[in-house]
């Protein structure tokens, strides 16, 4: 694939899908909160419990995927320390600028690419959504541990992720494909109708997020730093890793496209939850979800050369 068609074909429908949510949250400023919700608690486990539903994972595969994730999660985490020391960030900000690399937005960004990378092969959709819940995971330990270590105890942290509904779709999704339990039409239909309907809400979602972040001040030292940390540095571990690792095929080519994602979205929101500096949180966010755009085409145009 050339990379003009990448971007046509993936990326291009999904910027005007973020642009179109950022307009109409421009005009109608949509209660963001239940939107989310929805997502959240409806779309999102709907489309992760069908796609793994249906699709085979091999249990070697599996383990793979999982030793490489938690290898590709410590060697970025070793980075973001040796480089926050270098900038000689206050504790503040460099929790912010470690989280901004390290959390990846694999859900209402990642989810969605792979969608329409991967629609003729459910293998690498179910890959995305295994390397979002250990972002998910992630997220609320490595992540809230950085912004609030002192505040919030591991049982409290634990409590948090078992109420994620994505986590209980994921298994029930799983455990039902493993013991091989056909689902009824009445129940299969609505599941796939809210299935559908996730990649196009997340996205509007993601812009009407976005347009409530202020352009001003985006282009300062941290947020530039970390920019190159998550959509360069990021990606470059990941390859070195899969080749470490022998990784090959689909497996591979999802792995490397999963590393390229712009900052999570969750690392402005805990940001502003716990009154981090809230502002750089959510200026990371904008300024990488837009330069994404060049990097991610690059990464899916040599995803394909690399592993075929």
Known sequence: MFIGSIFLNVILPILI??????GLQRKFAFNLKAVSNLITYCLMPAAVF????ETEIDVQVLLEIIGYLVAFSLAIIIVTTILSKLLKLDRGEAAIFKNSISLINSGNYGIPVSQLLFHANPLGISIQIIVMVFQNVLTYTYG???LISATKSGLEILRSLLKMPVIHAMLLGGLLN???IPIPNFVWAPISHLADAFLAIALILLGAQLAQIEL???LNRTIVTSSIGRLLIGPSVALLLIFLFGLDGVVAQSL????SFPTSRNSSSLALEYDVYPDLAAQTVLFSTIVSAITVTFVVY???????
């Not at 899908?17 to 950022?22: D, E, F, K, P």
């Open 216 to 218: 001003k001040t985006i």
């Open 178 to 180: 493993w013991l091989q």
């Open 50 to 53: 069908i796609n793994l539903y």
């Open 302 to 308: 040599l995803s394909g050369i690399l592993f075929v």
């Open 17 to 22: 899908l973020v642009v179109l949510g950022a």
């Open 256 to 259: 490397f496209i999963a590393s």
């Open 144 to 146: 809230l541990y950085n």
